[in-house]
């Protein structure tokens, strides 16, 4: 099973950026779709983008679309997730993923599609 670890997390003001990483110490995140997730106090385990192994097409959810970006670097064996503009709302823990086959447009979203799993970054915005 690949391991997950997630880092990057933190206490900022609206408006300010955080860079979440993901990477594994065991399997090269490079053959696989790698999906972003995070679950707020209360609520579901939201996807917030996915990049697929296959052409590294990027996804991402309408809430989060042109202030979150998702980077594959191969040579750092790392995903990462630029967070620019944070909101109050963006308070929550961050995962990473692997997809079971790759991100797909009509299914990247369901955490149910992802297998292995990090133990979660915690992003906290606050004034």
């Known amino acids: 099973q690949v391991q997950l670890v997630e880092s990057g997390g933190g206490l900022v003001q609206p408006g300010g950026s955080l860079r979440l990483s993901c990477t594994s110490s065991?399997?090269?995140?490079?053959?696989?779709?790698i999906g972003w997730f995070r679950q707020a106090p209360g609520k579901e385990r939201e996807g917030v983008s996915c990049?697929?192994?296959?052409?590294?097409?990027?996804y991402y959810a309408d809430s989060v679309k042109d202030r979150f970006t998702i980077v594959r670097d191969n040579a750092q064996n790392t995903v990462d997730l630029q967070i620019d503009h944070l909101e109050f709302e963006d308070t929550a823990i961050y995962y990473c993923?692997?997809?079971?086959?790759?991100?797909?447009?009509?299914?990247?979203?369901?955490?149910?599609?992802?297998?292995?799993w990090g133990q979660g970054t915690r992003v906290t915005v606050s004034s």
């Open positions: 065991t399997f090269s995140l490079e053959y696989y779709g």
């Open positions: 993923a692997t997809a079971w086959a790759d991100c797909f447009a009509d299914s990247w979203t369901s955490p149910t599609n992802f297998g292995s």
């Open positions: 990049i697929a192994n296959h052409q590294n097409t990027a």
